[in-house]
């Protein structure tokens, strides 16, 4: 399987449903009162060059709720914003932290750190990719509304990262 998450394109639907499937556990789960400590000792490093408030609460929640920890980086703040080359950031982050969650303007960005990271690298917004942004926006489609093989999903808007997230989940018969 895939260790990175750059684009939905990259996983068969069986193994986006199982990602699906597993948040849906673990909210129910969490809605019950039962706390994971799945992520203790584990850390990411968020790596952020376009800012986002619902982005970074929403990782850096996730990984606490779950004992894990977070290390946060703006583009100012790293060898991003100084030219350093990407392979030597992937290289010398992966050395400290487990996964790295990327924010950025390119999609060559993650791609190239997902090739010299020796950990998982995840794309939290590029221009060309939202991938998980759509995949929450698809567990919440299903909360709502059940069975989705009678739904039609309707982008209106630009062509952009977001459209074509959600263009890859329907190719690849997510609502099957």
């Known amino acids: 399987m895939n260790t990175h998450l750059l684009a939905l394109q990259d996983f068969t639907r069986i193994q986006l449903q199982a990602f699906l499937d597993r948040a ?19 850390k990411i490093c968020m790596l952020f060059e376009k800012p986002s408030t619902r982005t970074r609460v929403s990782f850096e929640a996730a990984m606490y709720e ?3 920890q977070v290390i ?3 583009a100012k703040e790293s060898q991003l914003g100084r030219g350093e080359p990407l392979k030597d950031t992937a290289r010398v982050l992966a050395r400290y ?14 791609e190239e750190l997902a090739h ?8 939290a917004l590029t221009d060309r990719h939202h991938p998980c942004q759509i995949l929450s926006d698809i567990m919440t489609v299903i909360e709502q ?8 999903i309707v982008w209106i808007g630009d062509g952009n990262n977001m459209a074509n997230s959600w263009i890859q989940a329907a190719r690849y018969s997510v609502f099957l």
């Open 24 to 42: 849906a556990v673990l909210k129910k789960e969490r809605q019950k009162g039962l706390r994971h400590q799945q992520l203790a000792g584990r």
């Open 72 to 74: 946060f980086m703006s």
């Open 97 to 110: 932290v487990d996964a790295l969650v990327v924010r950025t303007f390119g999609q060559e960005v993650v």
């Open 66 to 68: 779950m004992g894990g």
């Open 116 to 123: 010299f990271s020796a950990v998982p690298v995840i794309n």
């Open 145 to 152: 509304k059940g069975d989705l093989s009678a739904l039609k």
